[in-house]
């Protein structure tokens, strides 16, 4: 994936924060959970718009919280699952 097209997911993704858990995104890198932005409700949602949004199913049977800290880490991790900027 090439830099211009992983800057426009993760814009994308700080929309889809933005719409459905109603957080203004400071930086695509600001820890969303340390900053207490999101709660685990939030999160939820965010997986949920996320899949819908992107069109990918994120495996959840292995969690890892740290894929969802921030804009940026949740933008790669949807890269990794294939997705592309809408």
């Known amino acids: 994936m090439t ?5 426009t997911l ?4 700080a929309d ?3 719409d459905r858990a109603g957080i203004d995104v400071p930086s695509a890198e600001e820890d969303l959970l ?3 932005l999101i ?11 996320l899949e819908e949004n992107f069109g990918v199913q994120l495996p959840l049977d292995d969690f890892d919280i740290e894929r969802f800290r ?4 949740m933008a790669d991790f949807l890269a990794e699952m294939g997705a592309e900027p809408a």
């Open 39 to 49: 709660d685990s409700l939030a999160l939820v949602t965010l997986i949920v718009a």
């Open 16 to 18: 889809v924060v933005s």
């Open 3 to 7: 830099t211009d097209t992983l800057e």
């Open 34 to 36: 340390e900053a207490g």
């Open 70 to 73: 921030s804009v940026a880490s």
């Open 10 to 13: 993760r814009t994308q993704v």
